[in-house]
């Protein structure tokens, strides 16, 4: 079974920084897509940022709310995935997680348990 394990959230005022880490333990697992999703007051889970492991590196993407603020990195050989978040609004405030799919078998996803980010004006 794989666990994945985040840290890195806590609180900040608005055009702070924060970094949220997350690594993946436990049993042998190879990631096809690392990434975060986050999920903020009444609103349904969306995409922040993911790598996806292409043929010859992988290729990140971003949701438009965060491009230009945030900068995700990954290290599929560790299997750890990190979000550099800067200029940090209030919006950004809520629920961040680490989720991870499997490259051999895709249907087969991981998510951590959630750290919370706070954003205050």
């Known amino acids: 079974q794989v666990r994945l394990t985040e840290s890195g959230g806590g609180s900040v005022q608005a055009g702070g920084s924060l970094r949220l880490s997350c690594a993946a333990t436990g049993s042998l697992f190879d990631p096809l897509i690392m990434g975060w999703y986050r999920q903020t007051p009444g609103k349904e889970r969306e995409l922040v940022a993911r790598i996806i492991r292409g043929v010859n590196a992988a290729v990140p993407s971003y949701a438009d709310s965060v491009k230009g603020r945030f900068t995700i990195s990954g290290d599929i050989a560790k299997n750890t995935v990190d979000l550099q978040m800067a200029n940090l609004e209030p919006e950004d405030t809520g629920v961040y997680y680490c989720?991870?799919?499997?490259?051999?078998?895709?249907?087969?996803?991981?998510w951590g348990q959630g750290t919370h980010v706070t954003v205050s004006s």
């Open positions: 989720h991870m799919r499997d490259r051999t078998d895709r249907r087969v996803t991981y």
